[in-house]
Nanobody, 127 residues
Framework: EVQLVESGGGLVQAGGSLRLSCAAS????????IGWFRQAPGKEREGVGC????????YYAESVEGRFTIFSDNAKNAAYLQMTTLKPEDTAVYYCATDPPPRDCSGSWYPTDFSSWGQGTQVTVSS
C-alpha cells in the first residue's frame, strides 16, 4: 500500500524557516514523482513544487521559487520541503503526494494528477 506521512509543520514568524518531511513507503521511491501542495482556508489546493526522484529534477510554483527548496533522500525514502523567508500568505495545510511513472513532474500542476496523498501538516506563519 502506498503511504505518505507529512511532518514538521508548526508556527513560525514571518521571515522564518521550516522544513517539512514526507516519509514514503509501499512503492519504488526512486522511480516516482513527489509533489508538494498546499491549501489555505477557503482556497483551492495549489501546487507548490515537485521532484522527480529518478533524476532529482525539481519544479516550483512562481509564488515560492527562490524561497522553497524540494529535495529527496532516496536512501531514506523521504522527501523534504525546505521553506525559508516565510510569509503569512504561506499559511496553509501542506501535503505531499505521489504518482507512478510515467509522471515525472514536467506535466501539469493539478492535484488530480496525483493519485496518493498524505494527511497534511499545518504551517502557520504569523506577522
Amino acid at each position: 500500500e502506498v503511504q505518505l506521512v507529512e511532518s514538521g509543520g508548526g508556527l513560525v514568524q514571518a521571515g522564518g524557516s521550516l522544513r517539512l518531511s514526507c516519509a514514503a513507503s509501499g512503492f519504488t521511491f526512486d522511480d516516482y514523482a513527489i509533489g508538494w501542495f498546499r491549501q489555505a482556508p477557503g482556497k483551492e489546493r495549489e501546487g507548490v513544487g515537485c521532484i522527480f526522484n529518478a533524476d532529482g529534477a525539481t519544479y516550483y510554483a512562481e509564488s515560492v521559487e527562490g524561497r522553497f527548496t524540494i529535495f529527496s533522500d532516496n536512501a531514506k525514502n523521504a522527501a523534504y520541503l525546505q521553506m525559508t523567508t516565510l510569509k503569512p500568505e504561506d499559511t496553509a495545510v501542506y501535503y505531499c503526494a505521489t504518482d507512478p511513472p510515467p509522471r515525472d513532474c514536467s506535466g501539469s500542476w493539478y492535484p488530480t494528477d496525483f493519485s496518493s496523498w498524505g494527511q497534511g501538516t499545518q504551517v502557520t506563519v504569523s506577522s
